[in-house]
T-cell receptor
Framework: SQTIHQWPATLVQPVGSPLSLECTVE??????LYWYRQAAGRGLQLLFY??????ISSEVPQNLSASRPQDRQFILSSKKLLLSDSGFYLC??????????????FGNGTRLTVT | DAKTTQPNSMESNEEEPVHLPCNHS???????IHWYRQLPSQGPEYVIH???SNVNNRMASLAIAEDRKSSTLILHRATLRDAAVYYC??????????????FGTGTRLKVLA
């Protein structure tokens, strides 16, 4: 079966520090990968999505970036965090079943607090 | 922008059925309708999805209007554990033909004991 792992679960970082969040998927090949952010009390905001290694589409550029160095690895980064980057970061994937019609599967998320 | 509209909140009594509506008037012929729910401090959980016909699974039923411009998620007997934010979303086509999923604000379901 397919699983998705995110780490760390919680993170407290000072303003101006760098960020690296990692997401890995197991049990499937060629997944579509997604990064979402949820601010406190708000809905999910799509940040980035990827169809393959090195292929990244951005919805909200800001000061965040994403990379996909391997088929089942998705990384969210920032060079300098802002207070507004605080939130709940979620990675998700859709497995390739011949059509990408299967549902999104989410990880458990990383709760980031920028102080 | 999200392609769906849902009521902000709904209430239900425990053990009673719940009908959560969703409007998606701009749906295209190949768009699947997906429903997810999110419990506090957790990532969204898949509930059900469908294209044209009504769908049933162990969690819920999905009733899709004949013109596909609206759908209803049906929880047959609400329990306290069903209290969550329910999202109805459509698949959108992004750059390079990639599928992306834009979430709206969802419906916050409160279940009364």
């Amino acid at each position: 079966s397919q699983t998705i792992h995110q780490w760390p679960a919680t993170l407290v970082q000072p303003v101006g520090s760098p960020l690296s969040l990692e997401c890995t998927v197991e049990g499937t090949s060629n997944p579509n990968l997604y990064w979402y952010r949820q601010a406190a009390g708000r809905g999910l905001q799509l940040l980035f999505y990827s169809v393959g290694i090195g292929q990244i589409s951005s919805e909200v550029p800001q000061n965040l970036s994403a990379s996909r160095p391997q088929d089942r690895q998705f990384i969210l980064s920032s060079k300098k965090l802002l207070l507004s980057d605080s939130g709940f970061y979620l990675c998700a994937f859709i497995q390739w079943d011949g059509s990408y019609n299967s549902p999104l599967h989410f990880g458990n998320g990383t709760r980031l607090t920028v102080t | 922008d999200a392609k769906t509209t849902q009521p902000n909140s709904m209430e239900s009594n425990e053990e009673e059925p719940v009908h959560l509506p969703c409007n998606h008037s701009t749906i295209s012929g190949t768009d699947y309708i997906h429903w997810y729910r999110q419990l506090p401090s957790q990532g969204p959980e898949y509930v059900i999805h469908g294209l044209t016909s009504n769908v049933n699974n162990r969690m819920a039923s999905l009733a899709i209007a004949e013109d596909r411009k609206s759908s209803t998620l049906i929880l047959h007997r609400a329990t306290l554990r069903d209290a969550a934010v329910y999202y109805c979303i459509l698949r959108d086509v992004g750059t390079s033909g990639t599928y992306k999923y834009i979430f709206g604000t969802g419906t916050r379901l409160k279940v009364l004991a």
